[in-house]
């Protein structure tokens, strides 16, 4: 999965929450697929008590690259808690793809399930906040998450993301393969966007204290040990995945009705 620390390429499947098969994806992001995700951009209009009334929910995108399926079970798990914050809605896509078929043949990397749909850089702009999810590569992110900030270059001239809320989620293969570096490594794209930085902090609570189990995840943002591959998420990792979900499904409604405490 990866190199030097990072996540380490594994003929082993993933054994948990991933399908057994996963069906050939097509080329680029399938429109039918997005358009059905997706509504307008979370917008609002005055009432008549002279209040501001959400119209339709708001929207944080969770935008993830995931080799052999780590990265995909924090992004599902994140999603679980921000659709738990009413009024907020989670949508998962992929970035695209930028290693031949060959090579990923070679890697033992199986096949991406069509379910979720490769983002476009056109339709960022219908988001309210990003979560972005990435295994590490020498400590930062993988080249296909780079790839695609850089794709959005056309967007980064209008600083159409400027004050937009963002956070990042990884996986490594161990202990000392980048769950922070990866994250922090990665805040540079934000900053040149005009991005606001959301970290997790130590908001979770103890469950970031316990020396007792072995468990990925940061101040910085969710996490997850690969090892060889074929290591499940521990339920702590999962849980608090699902915790930075909900925690940035708060913060964006804070954003949005600063009135009302996000309430």
């Not at 659709?83 to 890697?107: N, W, Y």
């Not at 967007?155 to 393969?177: K, Y």
């Not at 940061?218 to 849980?239: H, I, N, Q």
Request: with cysteine; hydrophobic share 35%.
């Amino acid at each position: 999965m990866g190199k030097g620390g990072g996540c380490m390429p594994s003929k082993k499947r993933l054994p948990i929450d991933a399908p057994d098969h996963y069906p050939s994806e097509p080329d680029g992001a399938s429109p039918n697929l997005i358009q059905s995700q997706l509504t307008t951009r979370n917008t609002t209009a005055p009432a008549q008590n002279n209040k501001t009334e959400a119209v339709k929910k708001l929207k944080i995108f969770i935008i993830f690259y995931s080799t052999y399926g780590h990265v995909e079970i924090l992004a599902r798990r994140i999603k679980k808690g921000v659709d738990s914050v009413d009024g907020v809605e989670g949508v998962l896509f992929r970035v695209p793809e930028t290693l031949p078929k060959e090579a990923l043949e070679q890697m033992k990397v199986p096949q991406k399930s069509n379910e979720v749909p490769v983002i476009s850089t056109d339709d960022l702009v219908l988001a309210d906040g990003f979560l972005f999810g990435f295994p590490t590569r020498f400590g930062s992110m993988a080249a296909q998450m780079k790839a695609f900030f850089d794709s959005t270059f056309h967007l980064w001239e209008q600083q159409r993301f400027a004050g937009v809320p963002a956070g990042f989620f990884v996986s490594t293969g161990t202990q000392g393969g980048g769950q922070e570096t990866t994250a922090w490594t990665a805040i540079t794209q934000l900053v040149h966007h005009g991005m606001i930085y959301v970290p997790i902090g130590y908001t979770f609570g103890a469950g970031m204290f316990d020396m007792d189990s072995l468990q990925g995840g940061s101040p910085y943002g969710a996490g997850v040990f690969s090892g060889d591959g074929s290591r499940k998420p521990s339920e702590t990792e999962l849980a608090l995945a699902e915790h930075q979900g909900k925690y940035m499904a708060t913060v964006i409604k804070r954003f949005a009705h600063p009135n009302d405490g996000g309430n």
